[in-house]
Structure formats: structure tokens, C-alpha cells
DNA sequence: ATGCCGGGCGAAGCCCGA
């Protein structure tokens, strides 16, 4: 089974891309965020021609966060469980069947809480503070699931083209690691670093400055599996291709293969 | 370059993203 992750940058713009690497790779499951669309207006239509079910929690011009799934979707939660009050639509959770197995599985769109100084930051924090909690309940379960979206988290210098350049920014300074270490130390798996050791491999590309073109990216979509996941996992990559397409988003797809 | 692109909204120019 391929669960896979990708920040589309508004689902009316990106659908035929979508549609396009569907096509290609058949992932079981897709992740999306920053759909920028309401769930009315969600294309659920060019998906569900393809045989994928469709779940949405979208939002008018901001965030939104969806499920594609060749599986049926089943307890479907809208909002990070706990943090009622947020106004933003930034995390679908919902559980995936097949005939033998069942993987809960969440499209994260995790804050990026920049500027350091403004209200953004301390919002960026309070939220990770959820994900974990949530992350700390569902583990008690001890089932597989895969919290699968775009953390705006700089793991390691490893996952940046300029380490120093970036330090200071609300993806890679001391409180947001200490707040990803806390989340990844429950027990959690980077599902693309457990299958690969080699550096500068990257999800974001800015569409400025020619910033694909020179190979300046960072690696902030992952997909965190819990310990019984891990156990499944055959392999995992990130389809930077996407990004020379037509009309490209400014992350591309990650995927990770399960033994299921 | 604390916004050079790109998208939403809405019909110019501002807000937002990472």
C-alpha cells in the first residue's frame, strides 16, 4: 500500500497535476493540503473518476486539507481532537480499510509561523503541542498509522541547501525542533530518512529566484509512522519531478510503501 | 531581496506562503 503527501498549493489550480500523478504512481492513499477551497467546491468529481474515495476539510482562500483513497474511508475526523478553538482547517484524520488491514492515516498542514515575533509563531507551537497529544493517544492503540503532511519543519542540516541561511526561520530554530524532537521521540519513524541516508534531498522548492533550477530546496513533508507502521515499511521517496512540470506547486509529492 | 513568484479575491492591489 503507497500513502503519499503533497501540498498542491490550491486544488483548482493543481487538479489535472494531481490527476496526472495519480495516473502515474496509483497511490493507495493521498494527502493534500493547501487546497484553498471549500468543501463544495472540492473537484471530487476528476478523482472519484479514477476510483479514489474522497474526504475534505476545507476552508475559503486559506489552508484546507483533504484524503484521497482507493479504500473506503471510514471515521472521518475534521480538526485536531482537543484544539477545538482553531478557526483553521489544517488536519484530517480518517481510517483506511482494505479486505485485510486497517491504517489511520492524517493529512497534516502543519502552521508555518513566520513571522517569528508576530502571534504566528507562538500558534505554530501551541499546534505542534496538539499534534503531539494527538500522536501520544493514538499510539496507545498500538496500531499502524501515518501522519502524513507538510510540517513546515527543517528536520536537520541535512534537509536544507543553506543550514545558516535558513537558522532563525520559524521552520528551523531551536523551539520548533525541540517541539518535532518531543513528537518524533514519542516512537515516531521518518518514513523517507529510515530509507535513505543521502543528504539534500528536498519536498519545497520556492518558486523564486530560480530556486529549482539551482536545486535551493528544504525537506519539510514527511510522514511520521507510528512503531507498528515502521515495521511495514518496503520503501519511501520523494517524486521531485512534479516540480518541472507545467504549472507546478512549490512541494512535490512524498510516498511511502507499506507492507499491507 | 523580512516576497524576486504564485494563488485567492475580485477586478487594483493587498494578504499570504516558506
Known amino acids: ?6 501540498n498542491v498549493n490550491s486544488i483548482k489550480v493543481r487538479a489535472d497535476n494531481v490527476v496526472r500523478w495519480l495516473e502515474e504512481v496509483k497511490p493507495d492513499v ?19 473518476d479514477l476510483g479514489y474515495n474522497v474526504a475534505v476539510h476545507g476552508q475559503k482562500t486559506y489552508n484546507g486539507v483533504a484524503i484521497l483513497s482507493k479504500h473506503p474511508i471510514e471515521d472521518v475526523t475534521k480538526g485536531l481532537p482537543g484544539n477545538n478553538t482553531d478557526e483553521q482547517a489544517r488536519y484530517l484524520e480518517a481510517v483506511i480499510t482494505t479486505d485485510q488491514e486497517v491504517v489511520r492515516v492524517a493529512s497534516i498542514y502543519l502552521p508555518n509561523g513566520n513571522p517569528v515575533e508576530s502571534a ?8 505542534m503541542d496538539h499534534l503531539i497529544a494527538r500522536a501520544n493517544s493514538l499510539l496507545e492503540f498500538e496500531e499502524p498509522f501515518v501522519l502524513a503532511g507538510d510540517y513546515n519543519v527543517i528536520p536537520t542540516d541535512d534537509d536544507v541547501h543553506n543550514p545558516s541561511g535558513w537558522w532563525g526561520d520559524a ?20 518514513a523517507f530518512r529510515t530509507c535513505h541516508a543521502q543528504p539534500h534531498r528536498y519536498s519545497f522548492w520556492d518558486y523564486q529566484a530560480g530556486a529549482w533550477q539551482k536545486d535551493h530546496g528544504i525537506r519539510i513533508d514527511h ?7 515502521a515495521d511495514l515499511i518496503k520503501g519511501a521517496d520523494i517524486d521531485a519531478h512534479t516540480r518541472g512540470w ?4 512549490d512541494h512535490v509529492p512524498a510516498w511511502v510503501e507499506l507492507n499491507l
Do not use: H, V
Open 223 to 229: 510522514l511520521l509512522l507510528s512503531p507498528q507502521a
Open 30 to 48: 493521498l494527502c493534500l493540503q493547501e487546497i484553498k477551497s471549500i468543501d463544495e467546491n472540492f473537484p471530487n468529481e476528476k478523482f472519484e
Open 1 to 6: 500500500m503507497i500513502i503519499a503527501t503533497w
Open 171 to 190: 521552520l528551523y530554530r531551536q523551539e520548533t525542533l525541540d517541539k518535532y524532537r518531543t513528537l518524533i521521540e514519542l516512537g515516531l519513524t521518518d
Open 120 to 127: 504566528k509563531y507562538p500558534y505554530k507551537l501551541e499546534w
Open 246 to 249: 507545467e504549472k507546478p506547486s
